[in-house]
């Protein structure tokens, strides 16, 4: 008989296995995945086969790849890409997946075996190995990671590192340093995120920073302040520690009298000149008065200089902020209780609650008491013609809202790019805003950390969506402005004053023997150059297509008419029962507001008819101005009525996903504006090519008369045109916000692209009637709302939620204690000191 023996397998599979679990079959090339690093970056700590969650009931759209912590950021590198995106918001600086150490807020890290979380400080040991990683920004923004696959020690490691890095213990810490002495002073000549080490960028700015006499002095003479002068007497920083080397005084004070006045003033801060307007009166901020004996004298001998600038002699107002405006601290406790309603809380609770808990927050109610206070200033300079004194203990925190509000307000040039960096620049930076006490980058001490800088953002946002079409930017360059705050690179906000920068960055070249030659000190990059951060087609983002130029004019039914106001419209619903002391958003003292959608008036204690109170001169002033027609290079006053005021949705809920809109929210209106913006430059650009050749050929004929029109007229160039229009079946889909504008461009498509990030393609004309230069006009228009919209426009653009947790139920880990109340937001040495 024969032996039986098991036959061999003969087929043979050329397939990868089916990957059945996640978790157990994370990608083999995560290992060589590496960190692009910025000049002066080095890798700190780094974990493999870790998962970034993204949705937070499934893991089927989570990504594997390496976490990295550097000297600058928490970077997460992946061969995946986000699901549902198709449009990527690229950053110069950083990657899809990269969030820098200073924007980080909290650090959490969870044991699911174990049940325990606990919140990372500075130096602090982990007893557990942690499964999960939960990072809370100060962007708003919620990170989660897992270790399911990554080894336990590394895992560990790379949290620590993180929790270390992100909460250095001196300035020099800060990578900013690191990035200055790199990227300026190396030896190497390599481009590094597309930023030439040793340039400026490629782009450059125009910005001035205040740091120069004629900086101050281009100021006076755009203001026409003509009796107040530029004053060097702080050069080296001699005279008060946070006041700019030079700034502006009243003419009539001299020298000796303003170094022997300084000694008197909190922190010898002598008073600055902010603004003048055009008829005389001028905005200045001043310190306290520390010595009391010396009050009444120097009162009076600077309020007499100030009266003597002005060409009519008149009085001088004082405005005591900190007696009128919520303190440093009230603020960070609204935005605290703001960032719980929009990231913590579900919105399953009905609109009613969670606006009830918006309001509750209070940040609503400080945005109105800045933008109410600088109107009141407003009327006193414009109204009253009387200069104003913004009276502050320091001098560092609410002058400077309220002095950048009411210049918004006041002069159109603070209105448009440059002159609103200008502004920031002359206003916070130079005049010793604490940026690295009030972001809190040292983390030193929580007390002193305060968002003046968002509110005085919001507040501006306020005045934007009010009057779309003053301001030359758009509320995505108010956003990205706000997110330069957490990029420790730029000099901008990274220091108290500008001598604390000049001190630190001069023993930081010491420290490593970088030669700086003429140069004081360390030569650090200014946020203003946005050509660091973004490509110049990314850049028009910054574009408003409702901006108004000073002469703009509009034409209708042949007449040319200027921009006027629309009637405001009432609504008896939510207004009626309105007390009549409410003026604009001002309520007198005792004055309460009925409850909403209440029909029954407020019940008056007099039995007799009621009386109206008498309408104050500012309250008239406002109303006035408010019903006259719109001028968008005018003055401008905002309505203050809650109605009026709106959350800033971009910036706050950007991250939620809940409140995402797609193909919705003002990124919809911004697209089919930018469209028609385009259009109509297209347009002008080609008739003045048209009139140009016109003009050219009728001087060129002997006869002076116009050459016979050709067979097939077209007034739009074929080659440009041909270049620009893309297939009338395939919808338009802009650049990539990293992908530079394409080589093969010709010369006129380049000065095309400038202005609008979205543009209108071109066509030539068809048909029988392209005959005639008449239809031929009228057909080469293109119809901006017959464009397709992106698939990717929502109301979050240009970011996108995709990846940021802010619900609750993570999949079930046990946080949900945590998560439960708002004491995830307190201080890192409180929840530090819990036993786990």
């Not at 309220?402 to 002359?426: I, T, Y």
Request: net charge positive.
């Amino acid at each position: 008989m024969f032996s039986v023996k098991p036959l061999k397998p003969t087929f043979k599979s050329y397939l990868p296995p089916v990957q059945t679990d996640l978790k157990k079959s994370p990608q083999l090339t995560i290992r060589k995945l590496e960190a692009k690093l910025l000049p002066g970056e080095i890798v700190v700590n780094e974990a493999n086969f870790v998962r970034k969650c993204i949705g937070t009931e499934s893991s089927q759209d989570d990504l594997w790849g390496k976490l990295i912590c550097t000297n600058f950021k928490v970077s997460f590198i992946t061969h995946n890409s986000l699901p549902l995106q198709n449009f990527k918001y690229v950053h110069r600086l950083l990657g899809e997946h990269d969030v820098p150490l200073a924007c980080v807020e909290q650090v959490v890290t969870v044991n699911d075996a174990k049940g325990k979380q606990k919140v990372l400080g500075s130096n602090k040991k982990l007893k557990f190995n942690p499964t999960e990683l939960i990072l809370y920004c100060k962007d708003f923004r919620i990170l989660r990671f897992r270790f399911d696959q990554a080894g336990p020690e590394s895992a560990k490691k790379v949290c620590l590192a993180i929790a270390h890095y992100s909460q250095p213990a001196d300035p020099q810490l800060l990578f900013g340093f690191e990035y200055a002495g790199s990227r300026y002073y190396s030896s190497s000549g390599e481009r590094v995120n597309g930023v030439d080490p040793g340039g400026g960028g490629g782009g450059g700015h125009q910005t001035p920073l205040f740091d120069r006499p004629s900086d101050w002095d281009r100021e006076i003479k755009r203001t026409g302040a003509s009796e107040w002068r530029v004053c060097s007497i702080n050069e080296g920083y001699l005279v008060s520690p946070s006041l700019p080397e030079c700034f502006v005084v009243p003419a009539s004070l001299a020298d000796q009298d303003l170094k022997q006045y300084a000694c008197s003033f909190t922190g010898q801060r002598i008073p600055l000149w902010c603004w003048s307007h055009p008829n005389g009166s001028a905005l200045v901020r001043m310190s306290s008065i520390s010595d009391p004996q010396q009050q009444r004298k120097l009162d009076q001998r600077i309020s007499s200089a100030i009266t003597k600038s002005h060409p009519q002699r008149s009085d001088v107002l004082k405005c005591d902020l900190d007696k009128q405006l919520p303190n440093i601290q009230d603020v960070q406790a609204a935005l605290a209780k703001l960032r719980h309603v929009c990231v913590i809380e579900p919105f399953e609770e009905s609109e009613e609650k969670w606006l009830s808990s918006l309001e509750s927050s209070r940040w609503m109610d400080y945005v109105r008491a800045f933008l109410r206070h600088a109107v009141e200033v407003v009327y006193m300079l414009e109204g009253k013609h009387t200069s104003v004194i913004l009276l502050e203990e320091e001098d560092r925190d609410l002058s400077c809202v309220v002095s950048c509000l009411v210049q918004l307000m006041l002069d159109p040039h603070c209105r448009c790019l440059l002159g609103f960096q200008s502004l920031v620049q002359r206003e916070w930076v130079m005049a010793g805003h604490r940026f690295l006490d009030r972001c809190n980058h040292l983390r030193k001490n929580d007390k002193e950390e305060s968002p003046l800088f968002l509110l005085f953002l919001d507040c501006v946002w306020q005045l934007l969506n009010q009057y779309p079409s003053a301001f030359e930017f758009t509320e995505t360059y108010l956003t990205v402005l706000s997110d330069s705050l957490w990029l420790p690179v730029f000099s901008t906000f990274l220091f108290n004053c500008p001598k604390q920068r000049a001190e630190h960055s001069r023993d930081f070249a010491r420290s490593r023997s970088i030669p700086l030659g003429q140069e004081q000190a360390l030569r650090f990059p200014p946020v203003w150059d946005w050509s660091q951060q973004f490509s110049p087609k990314d850049q028009t983002l910054f574009n408003n297509p409702l901006y108004v130029g000073k002469s703009a004019t509009y034409v209708q039914n042949g007449a040319v008419k200027t921009f006027k106001r629309t009637k405001q419209k009432s609504y008896s619903s939510t207004l009626r029962g309105l007390p009549p002391a409410l003026r604009n958003g001002q309520l007198a003292e005792l004055d309460t507001l009925p409850r909403r959608n209440s029909l029954v008036l407020r019940l008056r204690p007099e039995l007799g008819p009621a009386r109206e109170p008498c309408e104050t001169p500012c309250e008239r002033f406002v109303r006035e101005r408010l019903a006259r027609p719109v001028e968008p290079h005018g003055l401008l006053l905002p309505q203050l009525l809650p109605s009026h005021l709106a959350l800033w949705r971009l910036y706050f809920l950007r991250w939620v996903p809940e409140a995402r809109i797609p193909r919705g929210g003002p990124a919809t209106a911004f697209h089919k504006l930018s469209l028609l913006v385009d259009e109509i430059h297209t347009l002008q650009s080609h008739l003045r090519h048209y009139s140009t050749t016109s003009n050219t050929t009728l001087t060129s004929t002997p006869s002076g008369l116009p050459p016979p029109p050709p067979a097939t007229p077209s007034p739009l160039p074929p080659g440009p045109g041909s270049a620009l229009s893309p297939p009338a079946h395939t919808p338009h889909r802009p650049q990539s916000l990293s992908r530079p504008p394409p080589d093969h461009h010709h010369h006129h498509q380049q000065q095309h692209q400038g202005r609008m990030y979205f543009r209108a393609p071109l066509s030539t004309p068809a048909g029988p009637d392209a005959s005639t230069p008449t239809s031929t006009t009228t057909s080469s228009s293109f119809s901006s709302a017959a464009f397709p919209m992106p698939d990717y426009l929502s109301s979050s653009f240009p970011f996108s939620p995709v990846g940021n947790l802010c619900r609750r139920g993570l999949l079930g880990t046990p946080l949900s204690k945590l998560l439960s109340g708002a004491r995830i937001w307190l201080s890192t040495e409180t929840l530090a000191n819990e036993t786990l």
